[in-house]
């Protein structure tokens, strides 16, 4: 028997088995971050992260998400228990594939130069002199903005951000992004 649900704006069947699991493991979560400030915006970006990674398990042949697929996506993200006592002294974890994104928290215009600086790690204003230089040389990079700035996608979850600059997406990284982004909403709200 399978149980229909919706994750992250989807609509996911899942196996008994796994979707008890799943209810277990979001339950785990919501109690870890009840009392932290942003804990809706933590669980929301955590649903789209399993959503995103179940996505990717499914295909024309595969259309139900199995036990299996829950532990996969749970080792991934990693266990409530692992966050309240931090990570094991010694163990780093694995930097993830980097993704090319439009940055909007540190655009001047449209975010294309800040998410190429994030893409490499570079400093942004080396890229924006970049495209400066190419703009009065001929007006090349006035184009190559314009049509990076419509292909790239603006990085608009916690997970994207985390993707951006290479950092792993796992829940510890979700809550202290969302954690630092509520602390400079509130540092400059004061100001």
Same mark, same amino acid.
């Given at each position: ?22 209810? &277990?493991?979001? %339950? ?27 996505? /990717? ?32 002294? *010694? ?5 993830? &594939? ?12 449209? /975010? ?28 090349? *990079? ?32 979700? %809550?202290?992004?969302?954690? &630092? ?6 540092? %400059?709200?004061?100001?």
């Amino acid at each position: 028997m399978t149980v229909n649900i919706n994750l992250g704006g989807y609509a996911f069947n899942l196996d008994d088995d796994a979707y008890e699991r799943l209810r &277990q493991y979001m %339950k785990r979560l919501e109690k870890e971050f009840s009392g932290e400030p942003g804990a809706t915006e933590i669980m929301s970006d955590i649903e789209g992260r399993i959503s995103e990674l179940f996505r /990717g398990k499914l295909s024309s042949y595969k259309q139900v998400i199995t036990m299996k697929d829950v532990e996969e996506v749970m080792a991934i993200l990693g266990s409530p228990e692992d966050i309240s006592g931090g990570e094991p002294a *010694g163990e780093v974890p694995p930097r993830s &594939q980097r993704r090319m994104y439009r940055d909007p928290d540190r655009r001047i215009i449209g /975010g294309v130069c800040a998410g190429i600086s994030a893409y490499l790690d570079w400093d942004p204003l080396i890229i924006r002199i970049i495209f400066a230089a190419l703009i009065f040389a001929g007006g090349f *990079g006035l184009l190559l903005y314009l049509i990076l700035w419509i292909v790239l996608p603006e990085a608009k979850t916690t997970a994207q951000k985390l993707e951006m600059r290479g950092d792993p997406v796992t829940i510890e990284n979700i %809550k202290d992004s969302v954690r &630092q982004e509520f602390n400079t909403v509130k540092e %400059k709200m004061n100001l």
